[in-house]
DNA sequence: TTGAAAGCGTTACCAT
DNA sequence: ATGGTAACGCTTTCAA
């Protein structure tokens, strides 16, 4: 293995002066630089990042706190890698199963400099104690956290729960069901609060017996479209489901019931997967990789003192087939 | 930030000895470990992962290499992550999107000693070059690489397949057809060999028209099923699926048809994942986790000197309401 | 433009 | 059981 100092000694130069050219900088005359590339390459030199990291204080490698992977947030995944990457910074994910003692170990590792920050997708941790390690690097969170101390880029769920009932009460539903996420999670008391204002806006019933809880898979969906169909009451007219893969579900079982769509049930999905395109599923464009990028823009002030703009983001509603 | 040194300085020891209480050395005093365990304690100290990384020549960290993270591989990804857990290895993932320049900089990355070893779960760049990186540090593969110098764990998926035919074919199957995953893989062909060698073995048709390549989805069973339907012959009597997921597509979309399963449809999954359970399908047990932990076996050795033994791995049949 | 040398925070070897 | 000190491989300041 070779190390700086070989090169230096070789090219005849100082390890200052290689460590230069290994840095771009521009005080480098062209033949001691073109010199000191050449035998780089003769003998397939490779800086070593930790003594690097060691040096600098710096490890270009940004935390992923989450209790498990799955569908819903991978594109957020996938966008904030693309967005680090884009920037040099490698992404280390920690998936948790939310296990404090797991998620302690991600902390803990800002702490002793393996990550420069982190980025929280989920985690049980108390905000307080989140907050405590703040003091060891920037640490930014995509749900929205209890603690103000802690930077999050949550869109609002109100508003995009608002533009699918003003889209589908206009077309004259009255009756509309829900099929929601986690219970007692912020998201889904918005929503929530989105459907119960807007109903009573418009003077029309708040169907507590059609909201579904706690639903998140296709499977979920065809449940919830049985379970819709054996109430004792009339079916509703359209039903917000809290993610495509629910709408899928929904759609997929409402033609095996043989309803028609929209005619008998129209049906909105959230988020806009390919799954809803592919389905010809109305759905809320919700800009997750945007939000991923705005994660990583808040990362960048304090990580690299570039200050870079949140976009202004919004949900969109994307009209298609089963509304 | 308090560093060895400080440490040092306050208990009135050397740093030599304050490194080996931090390394559970068994050559200090009681008196002097509780000491300086006090002061680390007071002072709040964390060792600099960097500094020991750059001492030691390791980083504890493995990396591994996939085109993008699905739930088909997240048994192996999650199964990986635990073992190296439990032997202090993290692990950091590389999703490449089959970008061979992507690839390299995880190549790279061993070179670099940013991480001690690499895992291929899937990637694109020629055996002969993934070759050329062993030298920087051990590399395992999961799906079967051309070349032998790149340990794997894959397992013979002919064994699994022809399990599932040994099953339906007993039980009076002749008209057998299949749902295939990548058409050029190893895996797929491995299987195909085992469905035309045994329907000669027992004198029964090979249904090539009852192919169906590049299924992986829900959707692409629902899809196959109706695809089955529209065929000009007979439906077949049974058909193995290239995974659960598609098992289940097959599955609602015959009862959506009003077919009876398994009478006049018998379907057999793979993999045995919750879906299947879920569902009561029929499926072959896969032990993708304990690939994973193989992986992680195989890299011990090299990595830590230690040899762990390669767990015998074996396809097992498991009979739900499906068959 | 270049060089010397002092860090960065550990580990590990050799003494004692 | 403990201490002194040379690595580990790079960056960065200060001089020249």
């Not at 990028?293 to 919004?314: W, Y």
Request: net charge neutral.
């Amino acid at each position: 293995m070779s190390n700086l100092e070989r090169i230096a000694k070789l090219s005849g130069f100082s390890k200052a002066t290689v460590s230069r050219v290994l840095n771009h900088s521009p005080h480098v005359s062209q033949e001691t630089r073109a010199t000191i590339l050449q035998i780089m390459k003769e003998l397939d030199y490779v800086p070593n990042r930790n003594a690097i990291s060691l040096s600098t204080g710096q490890t270009l490698q940004i935390g992923m706190i989450t209790s498990s992977i799955n569908e819903i947030m991978l594109p957020f995944l996938n966008g904030f890698v693309e967005v680090a990457e884009q920037h040099g910074f490698q992404t280390i994910i920690y998936t948790t199963n939310d296990d404090t003692s797991k998620e302690r170990q991600a902390f803990e590792d800002l702490r002793q400099k393996r990550v420069d920050a982190l980025v929280i997708i989920s985690c049980v941790t108390s905000a307080k104690e989140v907050e405590s390690y703040c003091k060891y690097g920037p640490i930014v969170s995509w749900q929205r956290m209890d603690n103000p101390a802690i930077g999050s880029v949550a869109m609002d769920q109100f508003k995009g729960y608002t533009l699918a009932l003003d889209h589908l009460i206009p077309k004259g539903h009255t009756r509309i069901a829900n099929a929601l996420g986690r219970t007692y999670s912020i998201n889904t008391r918005s929503r929530q609060q989105a459907y119960e204002q807007a109903m009573q806006k418009y003077n029309l019933p708040v169907l507590r017996q059609f909201y579904y809880p706690s639903t998140y898979t296709i499977l979920d969906g065809e449940r919830v479209m049985r379970a819709m169909l054996q109430q004792s009451e009339a079916l509703p007219s359209a039903i917000l489901c809290s993610n495509d893969h629910v709408a899928a579900g929904v759609l997929c079982e409402a033609r095996r019931q043989h309803l028609r769509v929209p005619g008998d049930l129209a049906i909105v999905g959230f988020d806009d997967t390919e799954l809803s395109h592919t389905l010809g599923i109305t759905t809320i464009r919700n800009p997750i990789a945007a939000q991923a990028q705005n994660a990583f823009h808040l990362l960048s002030g304090p990580l690299r003192g570039i200050d870079m703009p949140q976009a202004e983001l919004c949900f969109e509603l994307i009209e298609r087939t089963t509304t």
